[in-house]
């Protein structure tokens, strides 16, 4: 019970800090409403099963691409006593294709029945639901199964990293 | 006891890894050019700049060589390996592409050699860091390639987040405002369209159980998944690969990207991604739509988004004055003509797109090449400027107008064969299927072919009947007349379009040569 | 135990959320945050169906590399968003457009 009210409480949570981030004109809210919304999805990770996931989340989204994202915040106004705001165009339009698009996605998930779904039922007669931590299951097949998929990350984020390096330095050469 | 089995199953895994590893040599070969490259670029900076390219050529040549090797080992009737524990799949298919892949990256390398920006700042000649060029570009083509392979949905994601993060880097290598809004657009949506193709993933997992599209249990699955939820996750994830095509209604980005970055990226960008795009979305129509249970009519979905991006590509096509411009929308009405292939789903349609992209890839990268050397003359892009350059110089004159030909699809070059072909496995698909659509589509096709000849053939109709505005343009380069003036129209830039014209005529008479080759390939996914 | 479709739910109102912020903001470091939501919902489909999944988790894996790629594409991001307010000095997107003319 208890953890049924935890679950829901950092699910609202998760919804209602994202929310913010359409209704607030001030960029930086924008991004403190943020943190907390990853912290709530983090929150999930560990309800679902997730541990290693979750402390991922909280240590590159919240500790990597948030701040940066704030530091580019800083970067791009300058600050002088006022607060750094957005305006929002479309808003009629865009407010309508996401209602629209949630109904109609509620009307699916709830009527998939998921219960009945083939593999979902085998998993659950078969007892292949995740009981305790998955960091050695992830190690392991990181390096198995998905030791391709690991390289072409790691090819990735060279090409990232020399990028965006790239791309800024050329700018302090400038100036 | 359980230990010991465990350890032994993963020790056969891990042999069966190494086994893999011989398969893709090629990309091993490419990803070792890259490290190599950027090695260079530590030790040489700024100095020896044609090491760079050369270097950059050996790795192409060497990784062409190696899958042209894979493709005479590879039997014609096999089915195709699956590698890395079925993460992705070794065909003929993929070869073939890859093929493509790495001789269109050949002529991208060949054509930003004598390339010059508006402002100067990238010039192979004499950019600073040359190396972080080639290196973002070896990365996009390791992507394509195993795009172009890929059966797993992880790989899928990562393979396309792997060129669409070279394509930003390489949309802003330009370093002027027009570059960098490019590529800001560019990474908006591109984020947005991987965001909602990862959507649908996540919920075609959640439908099967599974990522891997060959495996029985994500056919069974989604035969047997309810139908709102399928259509989602269909959906989505197909929109992250229209805009990889830059198809409607994901081609927004298309116009913007092509006449703000660097024109031999562009050239690239209309080549490599579609291609591997192409592959990607053949695969997934026969693993996905057509396993489908309930009667949706997705033939009939993609021949609606064929003739909207045919209608939006050629109508707006007709409007621009900026050459680049007007080739994004060509390039996105291409795109519908492909997915005409796509659709029919027969073999002869397969055939047809690998034809008609084959083609395409030749005809854009010479159209590209030619727009370059006129821009360099000009110093701009716009179509006005093109006045008279044919009387001036009749041989790119020519050039251009054999490309525009083959762009629109009209005889005597192999862009008429290639629209023939497309237009016949329609018409093949129409009688066995009896899909009105498929009629209209027909209809809208032909019609859309007629529409591009105005705009197409508007720059030879420039070239060759409007007379220039000034007599000979002395004033405007007299800053070249100094030095080298025959600088202008490089004796090599001269050779290579028509290296890449050449064949467009030929495949028109001898275009059982190319189809013969794809022939040998087994439709089989 | 949590029923899945709470997860889904949960995850089709960040979606939403997500591409609504995408559509209606013009700044572009708060669009970003719009797909930053749209990844972390999908990323809580994947946990939560990887819970029938246990022997092979691939939603786990999934999701793990989904983060690693959003870092990364990130970080590119910022690199051009600082480029775009060095050139146009602003980060609204709707204020950059040299281009098409």
Same mark, same amino acid.
């Given at each position: 019970?208890?953890?049924?009210?935890?679950?829901?409480?950092?699910?609202?949570?998760?919804?209602?800090?994202?929310?913010?981030?359409?209704?607030?004109?001030?960029?930086?809210?924008?991004?403190?409403?943020?943190?907390?919304?990853?912290?709530?999805?983090?929150?999930?990770?560990?309800?679902?099963?997730?541990?290693?996931?979750?402390?991922?989340?909280?240590?590159?989204?919240?500790?990597?691409?948030?701040?940066?994202?704030?530091?580019?915040?800083?970067?791009?106004?300058?600050?002088?006593?006022?607060?750094?705001?957005?305006?929002?165009?479309?808003?009629?339009?865009?407010?309508?294709?996401?209602?629209?698009?949630?109904?109609?996605?509620?009307?699916?998930?709830?009527?998939?029945?998921?219960?009945?779904?083939?593999?979902?039922?085998?998993?659950?007669?078969?007892?292949?639901?995740?009981?305790?931590?998955?960091?050695?299951?992830?190690?392991?097949?990181?390096?198995?199964?998905?030791?391709?998929?690991?390289?072409?990350?790691?090819?990735?984020?060279?090409?990232?990293?020399?990028?965006?390096?790239?791309?800024?330095?050329?700018?302090?050469?400038?100036? | 006891?359980?230990?010991?089995?465990?350890?032994?199953?993963?020790?056969?895994?891990?042999?069966?890894?190494?086994?893999?590893?011989?398969?893709?040599?090629?990309?091993?070969?490419?990803?070792?050019?890259?490290?190599?490259?950027?090695?260079?670029?530590?030790?040489?900076?700024?100095?020896?700049?044609?090491?760079?390219?050369?270097?950059?050529?050996?790795?192409?040549?060497?990784?062409?060589?190696?899958?042209?090797?894979?493709?005479?080992?590879?039997?014609?009737?096999?089915?195709?390996?699956?590698?890395?524990?079925?993460?992705?799949?070794?065909?003929?298919?993929?070869?073939?592409?890859?093929?493509?892949?790495?001789?269109?990256?050949?002529?991208?390398?060949?054509?930003?050699?004598?390339?010059?920006?508006?402002?100067?700042?990238?010039?192979?000649?004499?950019?600073?860091?040359?190396?972080?060029?080639?290196?973002?570009?070896?990365?996009?083509?390791?992507?394509?390639?195993?795009?172009?392979?890929?059966?797993?949905?992880?790989?899928?994601?990562?393979?396309?987040?792997?060129?669409?993060?070279?394509?930003?880097?390489?949309?802003?290598?330009?370093?002027?405002?027009?570059?960098?809004?490019?590529?800001?657009?560019?990474?908006?949506?591109?984020?947005?369209?991987?965001?909602?193709?990862?959507?649908?993933?996540?919920?075609?997992?959640?439908?099967?159980?599974?990522?891997?599209?060959?495996?029985?249990?994500?056919?069974?699955?989604?035969?047997?998944?309810?139908?709102?939820?399928?259509?989602?996750?269909?959906?989505?994830?197909?929109?992250?690969?229209?805009?990889?095509?830059?198809?409607?209604?994901?081609?927004?980005?298309?116009?913007?990207?092509?006449?703000?970055?660097?024109?031999?990226?562009?050239?690239?960008?209309?080549?490599?991604?579609?291609?591997?795009?192409?592959?990607?979305?053949?695969?997934?129509?026969?693993?996905?739509?057509?396993?489908?249970?309930?009667?949706? %009519?997705?033939?009939?979905? &993609?021949?609606? @988004? #064929?003739? $909207?991006? /045919?209608?939006?590509?050629?109508?707006? +096509?007709?409007?621009?004055?900026?050459?680049?411009?007007?080739?994004?929308?060509?390039?996105?009405?291409?795109?519908?003509?492909?997915?005409?292939?796509?659709?029919?789903?027969?073999?002869?349609?397969?055939?047809?797109?690998?034809?008609?992209?084959?083609?395409?890839?030749?005809?854009?990268?010479?159209?590209?090449?030619?727009?370059?050397?006129?821009?360099?003359?000009?110093?701009?892009?716009?179509?006005?400027?093109?006045?008279?350059?044919?009387?001036?110089? %009749?041989?790119?004159?020519? &050039?251009?107008? @054999? #490309?525009? $030909?083959? /762009?629109?699809?009209?005889?005597?070059? +192999?862009?008429?064969?290639?629209?023939?072909?497309?237009?016949?496995?329609?018409?093949?698909?129409?009688?066995?299927?009896?899909?009105?659509?498929?009629?209209?589509?027909?209809?809208?096709?032909?019609?859309?072919?007629?529409?591009?000849?105005?705009?197409?053939?508007?720059?030879?109709?420039?070239?060759?009947?409007?007379?220039?505005?000034?007599?000979?343009?002395?004033?405007?380069?007299?800053?070249?007349?100094?030095?080298?003036?025959?600088?202008?129209?490089?004796?090599?830039?001269?050779? &290579?379009?028509?290296?890449?014209?050449?064949? /467009?005529?030929?495949?028109?008479?001898?275009?059982?040569?190319?189809?013969?080759?794809?022939?040998?390939?087994?439709?089989?996914? | 135990?949590?029923?899945?479709?709470?997860?889904?739910?949960?995850?089709?109102?960040?979606?939403?959320?997500?591409?609504?912020?995408?559509?209606?903001?013009?700044?572009?470091?708060?669009?970003?945050?719009?797909?930053?939501?749209?990844?972390?919902?999908?990323?809580?489909?994947?946990?939560?169906?990887?819970?029938?999944?246990?022997?092979?988790?691939?939603?786990?894996?999934?999701?793990?590399?989904?983060?690693?790629?959003?870092?990364?594409?990130?970080?590119?991001?910022?690199?051009?968003?600082?480029?775009?307010?060095?050139?146009?000095?602003?980060?609204?997107?709707?204020?950059?457009?040299?281009?098409?003319?």
């Amino acid at each position: 019970m208890i953890q049924q009210i935890i679950f829901y409480t950092f699910a609202a949570l998760t919804v209602i800090s994202a929310s913010v981030i359409i209704f607030t004109h001030n960029v930086l809210y924008a991004a403190f409403s943020l943190i907390i919304t990853f912290l709530g999805v983090a929150a999930l990770y560990v309800f679902a099963g997730a541990d290693f996931i979750a402390v991922t989340q909280v240590l590159v989204y919240v500790g990597g691409i948030l701040v940066l994202m704030i530091f580019s915040v800083m970067l791009t106004n300058k600050i002088s006593g006022q607060a750094v705001t957005t305006h929002s165009h479309n808003r009629f339009l865009g407010g309508l294709i996401g209602l629209v698009l949630f109904v109609l996605l509620m009307f699916g998930i709830l009527q998939a029945n998921y219960a009945s779904l083939f593999w979902l039922e085998k998993a659950q007669s078969s007892g292949n639901i995740i009981q305790d931590s998955t960091i050695q299951l992830l190690g392991v097949k990181l390096m198995s199964d998905y030791v391709l998929p690991f390289e072409v990350a790691a090819v990735l984020l060279l090409v990232a990293l020399i990028g965006a390096a790239y791309i800024a330095q050329r700018q302090m050469d400038e100036k | 006891m359980e230990k010991s089995i465990e350890v032994h199953s993963l020790g056969t895994q891990l042999s069966e890894i190494v086994e893999s590893a011989f398969f893709v040599f090629p990309e091993i070969c490419l990803l070792a050019f890259l490290l190599l490259i950027l090695i260079f670029d530590l030790i040489f900076r700024q100095k020896l700049l044609w090491l760079f390219t050369i270097t950059a050529l050996l790795g192409l040549f060497l990784t062409t060589g190696l899958l042209l090797q894979q493709w005479s080992l590879t039997a014609e009737s096999s089915e195709g390996l699956s590698l890395f524990s079925r993460m992705i799949q070794l065909d003929r298919l993929a070869i073939y592409f890859k093929i493509l892949i790495c001789v269109s990256a050949v002529f991208t390398v060949l054509i930003s050699v004598n390339y010059k920006s508006r402002a100067g700042s990238f010039h192979l000649r004499s950019v600073k860091r040359i190396g972080e060029y080639y290196t973002v570009l070896f990365g996009l083509l390791l992507g394509a390639m195993l795009l172009s392979m890929s059966t797993h949905l992880l790989i899928i994601y990562l393979a396309i987040e792997l060129i669409s993060i070279s394509s930003y880097i390489l949309t802003n290598f330009n370093f002027d405002e027009r570059s960098t809004e490019a590529s800001i657009k560019y990474i908006l949506y591109g984020g947005v369209s991987s965001g909602v193709m990862l959507y649908g993933m996540s919920l075609l997992y959640g439908l099967t159980g599974t990522l891997d599209m060959t495996h029985p249990s994500f056919q069974e699955n989604i035969a047997a998944a309810p139908m709102i939820l399928v259509l989602f996750a269909g959906l989505f994830t197909l929109g992250g690969f229209l805009f990889k095509i830059s198809s409607a209604p994901f081609h927004l980005w298309a116009p913007d990207v092509y006449e703000g970055a660097p024109t031999p990226v562009v050239a690239l960008f209309s080549v490599v991604p579609k291609a591997a795009g192409f592959v990607v979305l053949m695969r997934y129509t026969a693993h996905f739509f057509s396993q489908v249970s309930f009667d949706f %009519p997705w033939q009939t979905l &993609l021949a609606v @988004i #064929a003739i $909207i991006t /045919l209608l939006l590509g050629n109508f707006a +096509a007709l409007w621009q004055k900026n050459v680049k411009r007007m080739m994004a929308y060509s390039s996105i009405a291409h795109s519908g003509f492909i997915l005409i292939g796509v659709l029919s789903t027969s073999s002869f349609g397969m055939l047809s797109v690998l034809f008609y992209v084959s083609v395409y890839a030749l005809m854009n990268l010479a159209a590209f090449l030619i727009i370059i050397m006129i821009s360099r003359e000009t110093g701009s892009e716009e179509i006005s400027q093109y006045r008279g350059l044919g009387e001036q110089y %009749p041989l790119i004159g020519v &050039l251009m107008l @054999i #490309a525009m $030909i083959s /762009l629109t699809g009209l005889p005597p070059t +192999a862009g008429f064969t290639a629209k023939l072909f497309i237009f016949s496995s329609l018409w093949e698909a129409y009688q066995s299927s009896d899909n009105l659509m498929l009629l209209l589509l027909l209809v809208f096709g032909l019609f859309n072919t007629v529409v591009s000849l105005f705009y197409y053939l508007k720059i030879p109709y420039f070239m060759f009947f409007k007379k220039s505005e000034t007599t000979f343009v002395a004033d405007r380069f007299s800053h070249q007349r100094t030095g080298r003036r025959h600088d202008k129209f490089y004796l090599f830039d001269k050779i &290579l379009a028509i290296v890449l014209i050449f064949p /467009l005529l030929i495949l028109f008479f001898k275009s059982n040569w190319l189809i013969d080759f794809i022939h040998t390939i087994p439709f089989e996914f | 135990m949590i029923p899945i479709e709470h997860y889904l739910i949960v995850s089709a109102l960040l979606f939403c959320i997500g591409l609504v912020t995408v559509i209606i903001k013009k700044n572009a470091i708060v669009v970003l945050m719009g797909i930053e939501l749209i990844l972390n919902a999908a990323n809580i489909n994947l946990v939560a169906f990887s819970q029938f999944d246990a022997s092979r988790i691939q939603g786990q894996v999934f999701s793990l590399f989904v983060i690693v790629i959003a870092a990364a594409e990130a970080a590119v991001a910022m690199a051009i968003v600082l480029k775009v307010y060095h050139f146009f000095k602003t980060a609204d997107v709707s204020e950059v457009s040299d281009l098409r003319k």
